[in-house]
């Protein structure tokens, strides 16, 4: 099996967390990661596997299409995230924002990074999946890089 069959099947069954750059290279067919993330879609589609993300992930990925003025864009976003049994969408609450300190006061993320850190922890999620290097593993969340998967 190829790297990214090996960690679909270590995720199956499992919550993921899912970052904004994946859905970005997904809803973008970014052509250096869409074959890389695109399985991972599949699979949480199919419900193999259990993906999660969180409001902000949301707020992030629709940024390039309101900054293209692309009202039908916005739309096609929306209607993604919405999707009916397809993703739990985590709401940051007082909760995570005080476990985002910490993880930024602790580990040095930058702040997003550090609340959607939190949010995957609170929410149960083994496995974080994200292009961001500077997001690294923990003893409770282990961070699956999408250019390592591309490699």
């Known amino acids: 099996m190829g790297k990214i069959e090996d960690a679909i099947a270590r995720m199956v069954g499992h ?9 970005v290279y997904f809803l ?4 250096d990661y869409f074959s890389v993330v695109a399985p991972v ?4 589609d199919s419900g193999l596997i259990i993906g999660y993300t969180g409001d902000a992930v949301i707020a992030e ?3 390039r299409p309101y900054q293209t003025g692309n009202p039908a864009l916005v739309e096609r976003f929306k209607a993604f995230f919405s999707t009916e049994d ?3 969408i985590q709401p940051h609450d ?3 924002f005080d476990l985002a300190a910490q993880l930024r006061a602790e580990r040095g993320l930058k702040f997003i990074d550090a609340l959607h850190y939190a949010t995957a922890i609170l929410a149960g999620c083994k496995f974080f999946l994200t292009n ?3 997001i690294q593993s923990s003893d409770v969340l282990e ?9």
């Open 143 to 151: 961070v699956i890089s999408v250019k390592i998967l591309a490699e």
């Open 94 to 96: 007082a909760e995570a």
């Open 28 to 31: 973008d067919r970014n052509p």
């Open 86 to 88: 397809f993703l739990s």
């Open 61 to 63: 990925t629709l940024v």
């Open 41 to 44: 879609i599949e699979a949480i």
């Open 15 to 23: 919550r993921v967390y899912l970052d904004t750059n994946v859905f």
């Open 132 to 134: 961001d290097g500077a």
